[in-house]
């Protein structure tokens, strides 16, 4: 049975960055992708980026290079996503996926807030 | 990278069908995707491949595509079919999801 299960919730101030991880079990880590999507309140789904747990290179959009960083590490078949200089409207749930968009985490909710 | 343009929303009442729909330019080259999201519950992938049912989702489900635009048809809507809906696509400069569609079941 496939599970990625995500960090707990946090609250980070203005400015701050954060760092959720994503442990994979019921698969082999390494041959699929990891996407990371987010999820405003009240919003829609917007995707971050995806990773390749094999060799480490990743994709971003444009909108979020230079602020978001998703690494990996295979001996724990655990995914992070780090984001940076946060704002009140990063406040979201973020989500790892797995590359078929199959199986999702169960979400963490970042609230940025003074 | 492109948009994907969905209705805000869709309401049907019980056992009438349901039809949302998802526009975009790239849309004849790329597979579509689509998921239901309940409240306060991730995503879940219910057509994949444009017209591929994952195991476990029920056949009333249903993915069809003609040209730019393609469509999730829901037969005998169902009380529990009540969800906000997203299509996704994918082109060179990665993934993007449509704005989604909240299903209402009257």
């Known amino acids: 049975q496939v599970h990625l299960v995500q960090s707990e919730a946090d609250v980070k101030k203005p400015g701050a960055s954060v760092k959720v991880s994503c442990k994979a079990s019921?698969?082999?880590?390494?041959?699929?992708?990891i996407h990371w999507v987010r999820q405003a309140p009240g919003q829609g789904l917007e995707w971050m980026g995806w990773?390749?747990?094999?060799?480490?290179?990743?994709k971003y959009p444009q909108k979020f290079q230079g602020r978001v960083a998703l690494t990996s590490d295979t001996s724990l078949s655990t995914a992070y996503m780090e984001l940076t200089s946060l704002k009140s409207d990063d406040t979201a749930i973020y989500y790892c996926?797995?590359?078929?968009?199959?199986?999702w985490g169960q979400g963490t909710l970042i609230t940025v807030s003074s | 990278s492109y948009e994907l343009t969905q209705p805000p929303s869709v309401s049907v009442s019980p056992g009438q069908t349901a039809r949302i729909t998802c526009s975009g330019d790239?849309?004849?080259?790329?597979?579509v995707f689509w998921y239901q999201q309940r409240p306060g519950q991730a995503p879940k992938l219910v057509i994949y491949?444009?017209?591929q049912r994952p195991s476990g989702i029920p056949e009333r489900l249903s993915g069809s595509n003609s040209g730019t635009t393609v469509t999730l048809t829901i037969s005998g809507v169902q009380a529990e079919d009540e969800a906000d809906y997203y299509c996704?696509?994918?082109?060179?400069?990665?993934?993007?999801f449509g704005g989604g569609t909240k299903l209402t079941v009257l």
């Open positions: 996704q696509s994918a082109d060179s400069t990665g993934v993007v």
């Open positions: 790239a849309l004849p080259k790329q597979y």
């Open positions: 491949k444009n017209t």
């Open positions: 019921g698969y082999t880590f390494t041959d699929y992708y």
């Open positions: 990773i390749i747990p094999n060799s480490g290179d990743t």
């Open positions: 996926v797995r590359e078929d968009f199959d199986f």
